[in-house]
């Protein structure tokens, strides 16, 4: 059976929009997933209207979804048809391309909001989120750094940590978006050794039956054995030892440096990173990643990239990664992975 899989619209101003009607464009996605659009009818119309005006996309029939009735009688449709829910009665006729809008940070949550409700009424299985944008989101009176600090507090999750995924490189975060100030205060051996048993959890769930884990040090050539640093002796190594005592294979802590094509060439399966650009950095120069968020009672995957404020409206977005992220979620739920 098809997973039904929420489809959040992100920012209204930005490229999200047109990313996922080019994605449901493609038959192929409809292979993998039931679709639903959660967001604004009426701006997705127009912007079809648009597309297909200049021959970016076939005929299409987008179907207005505005109660839970509607939307469970009309699952069984499929291509051409796209199934946009929509009972927030927002207006983005005055809304600018391109630029930030506390009205647009406003709708991004309340679709956020709508993808949960619609899981735990057990209609949607899973999500794919396109892309926020975060100074709208706080303007709009919501304070999160992203959109998984949300799905954080609205499911009650105890422990949420991103798989960040690119070919054959996945990247665990110790943490994400907090200041390097932040991040130093908090790093402790414990966390480190929880991290650890998350990865190798996590990734034996995706069908990965003896994990060969590494992670990254926080100094300069992961300290030199304490010259530039005590925090791989002092934090890393007793959570190593720890996780090794329970037959966990950690290799580490390595170099962040020289780490990423130790992983890429094949000698571990994932790589456990302290800080938010010890990871994106590197990732973003291999490409842009999807990542899947672990920890959540459902699966839920985005992008790795942002509103694209400079290509909103040129209709020239690539469609490419979102459609990879489409993917890995459907497959996940498939899988049945409840990480």
Same mark, same amino acid.
């Given at each position: 059976?098809?997973?039904?899989?929420?489809?959040?619209?992100?920012?209204?101003?930005g490229i999200g929009p047109e990313?996922?009607?080019?994605?449901?464009?493609?038959?192929?996605?409809?292979?993998?997933?039931?679709?639903?659009?959660?967001?604004?009818?009426? /701006? !997705?119309?127009?912007?079809?209207? +648009?597309?297909? $005006?200049?021959? @970016?996309? &076939?005929?299409?029939? *987008?179907?207005? #979804?505005?109660?839970?009735?509607?939307?469970?009688?009309?699952?069984?449709?499929?291509?051409?048809?796209?199934?946009?829910?929509?009972?927030?009665?927002?207006?983005?006729?005055?809304?600018?391309?391109?630029?930030?809008?506390?009205?647009?940070?406003?709708?991004?949550?309340?679709?956020?909001?709508?993808?949960?409700?619609?899981?735990?009424?057990?209609?949607?299985?899973?999500?794919?989120?396109?892309?926020?944008?975060?100074?709208?989101?706080?303007?709009?009176?919501?304070?999160?750094?992203?959109?998984?600090?949300?799905?954080?507090?609205?499911?009650?999750?105890?422990?949420?940590?991103?798989?960040?995924?690119?070919?054959?490189?996945?990247?665990?975060?110790?943490?994400?978006?907090?200041?390097?100030?932040?991040? /130093? !205060?908090?790093?402790?051996?414990? +966390?480190?050794? $929880?991290?650890? @048993?998350? &990865?190798?959890?996590? *990734?034996?769930? #995706?069908?990965?039956?003896?994990?060969?884990?590494?992670?990254?040090?926080?100094?300069?050539?992961?300290?030199?054995?304490?010259?530039?640093?005590?925090?791989?002796?002092?934090?890393?190594?007793?959570?190593?030892?720890?996780?090794?005592?329970?037959?966990?294979?950690?290799?580490?802590?390595?170099?962040?440096?020289?780490?990423?094509?130790?992983?890429?060439?094949?000698?571990?399966?994932?790589?456990?990173?302290?800080?938010?650009?010890?990871?994106?950095?590197?990732?973003?120069?291999?490409?842009?990643?999807?990542?899947?968020?672990?920890?959540?009672?459902?699966i839920r995957t985005s992008v790795?990239?942002?509103?694209?404020?400079?290509?909103?409206?040129?209709?020239?977005?690539?469609?490419?990664?979102?459609?990879?992220? !489409?993917?890995?979620?459907?497959?996940?739920?498939? $899988?049945?992975?409840k990480i």
């Amino acid at each position: 059976m098809k997973p039904v899989i929420g489809i959040t619209m992100g920012d209204a101003a930005g490229i999200g929009p047109e990313l996922i009607l080019k994605t449901l464009n493609d038959k192929k996605a409809y292979k993998e997933c039931k679709p639903v659009v959660i967001g604004n009818y009426n /701006l !997705l119309n127009k912007l079809y209207i +648009e597309l297909r $005006k200049k021959g @970016l996309v &076939a005929s299409l029939n *987008l179907i207005m #979804i505005d109660s839970i009735t509607k939307l469970k009688t009309s699952l069984n449709l499929s291509y051409p048809n796209i199934l946009i829910y929509d009972d927030f009665r927002l207006n983005f006729e005055y809304m600018k391309i391109g630029q930030v809008n506390k009205e647009c940070g406003k709708a991004s949550i309340l679709y956020l909001n709508k993808v949960v409700d619609l899981i735990n009424r057990g209609i949607i299985d899973g999500t794919c989120s396109a892309p926020v944008n975060k100074e709208a989101i706080n303007l709009a009176g919501y304070h999160y750094n992203g959109q998984t600090e949300f799905f954080t507090e609205i499911t009650g999750a105890k422990k949420v940590v991103p798989l960040i995924i690119i070919d054959n490189i996945r990247i665990f975060q110790l943490t994400a978006h907090i200041s390097l100030k932040q991040m /130093l !205060l908090s790093l402790n051996s414990e +966390e480190i050794f $929880k991290i650890i @048993l998350f &990865a190798d959890d996590s *990734l034996r769930k #995706i069908g990965i039956p003896a994990p060969r884990i590494s992670i990254a040090g926080i100094n300069p050539h992961a300290g030199e054995n304490g010259l530039i640093g005590t925090e791989e002796i002092e934090l890393f190594k007793p959570a190593i030892d720890r996780a090794k005592s329970e037959d966990i294979n950690i290799n580490g802590p390595f170099p962040a440096d020289s780490l990423f094509l130790r992983v890429k060439n094949g000698e571990f399966d994932c790589i456990i990173t302290i800080y938010h650009d010890q990871a994106t950095i590197a990732m973003k120069l291999l490409g842009i990643p999807i990542t899947m968020t672990l920890g959540l009672p459902f699966i839920r995957t985005s992008v790795g990239h942002g509103t694209a404020y400079d290509l909103a409206g040129l209709y020239i977005a690539d469609e490419s990664i979102f459609k990879k992220s !489409l993917k890995i979620c459907a497959e996940s739920i498939k $899988k049945q992975i409840k990480i």
